[in-house]
């Protein structure tokens, strides 16, 4: 039974245009959507307002099991799910799958916060009970990117539903099917409320629309990092919360004593899962001294071998780049950072959106795929002499996402870690990890610290409210 009904995506009407659902790996047409418009973040605002004091006054079983059921039926619909993000997210199927278990997870995850105590008794001076109680926010506005649709719409939404809030969700017109209408499908059997859950396919301007909302009292945005300020920025005019998942540009710090013949693996994971459009992708290779040029060779042999080519067709490592607009990015930064003098040591081409997994030497500090975000397969490789210098390297630029650190001492590498500000460290692995039971999120130009997972999704998506009583009515000197 097919879950994904076009006839009922939309169940009702938005005033946008209609927008092809395109396949980057064929350019084929999917699927045809109708976009919103900014006019509908208004309509969903108070419809989702209107349906959230019922639904966050439901006993929390009520909530957990709709939470639960959503998250089996992540896994009794896996087929036909797992082929919308192969085909529309150019995902491989091994990726996919992932992004399945994560959601299913999530749910499972949020389904266990609903019966989470929710606050504190607290001492008072005067003779009365005092306590908090943690209490939903309302509405939750949550924008998610294209390039993990599922994990990143879902590690928000479900969570906030939990928590007795309705949810706007503005996915990515890219990935609207993976990334925002299979969710409003699952909630849907699932048995969720109607107007709980508002999926608007859109636009930056109904990005701009829904956090300005004023129904709408906490933004939950993953994204660029210019984007991710600009969405900041417009949060703190309007008085809201704004939790900010952003860019990143990971280091992998390769110390003198790690095994090389191990390290490959994980190093070529790092910067080639999923055409390296991941925040969290390995951007920085830095190796010591002792073991660069072996790392720099190896690490091209293993590119050369990886497969590139359509994931729903052939079984392959790389699909393909989301868009031209994206490929053009990667390709000009490498291009750019070889005419600077960077060596090209594998890859650095492509047939339509399909891009070689890429490996650059010979780097410094000018080079613009290394010191920027690229957001494809390319694994920009350096040298270190100390430990000293490996830690500066990896704590100079902007962002603060996560590092991975491979050594034969695990208590090294927890030392080293300290000198080195991010969200997210990884002792013996890459960068490229998440699980829905751990906090995520970077500092500094990497978004606004943890707000995944537990307690963190909690403070995200609740308000604390302080509430006295006493038996007899106060009364004062007047």
Known sequence: MSLLDPKSWQPHPLSGPEYAVTEPATGDTLATVTLAGAADVERSSAAARAAQTEWARLPHFVRAGVLRKAGDLFSAHADELRE????????????????LHVAAQECYEAAALASRPAGQVLPSEAPRLSYTRRVPVGVVGVIAPFNAPLILSIRSVAPALALGNAVILKPDPRTAVCGGLSLAAVFAEAGLPEGLFHVLPGGPDVGQ????????PVISFTGSTAAGRA????AGRHLKRAHLELGGNSALIVLEDADIEAVISTAAWG????????????GRHLVHDSLYEEYVERLAAKADSLAVGDPNREQVHLGPIIDDNQLAKVRGLVEASTAQGAKLAAGGTHEKLFYRPTVLAGLDDSTPAYTEEVFGPVAPVRSFSTVDEAAALAAAGPYGLSLGIVTGDAARGLDLAERIPTGIVHINDQTVNDEAVAPFGGIAASGTGARFGGEANVEAFTDVRWTTVRADVATYPF
Do not use: Y
């Open 84 to 99: 919308w993000l192969v085909r529309e997210s150019g995902s491989i199927p091994g990726k996919a799958d992932f992004e």
């Open 209 to 216: 629309a829904l956090v300005a909302d004023p129904r709408v």
């Open 231 to 234: 969405v900041g920025e417009a």
């Open 271 to 282: 910067s080639f899962f999923h055409q390296g459009q991941i925040c969290m992708t390995t």
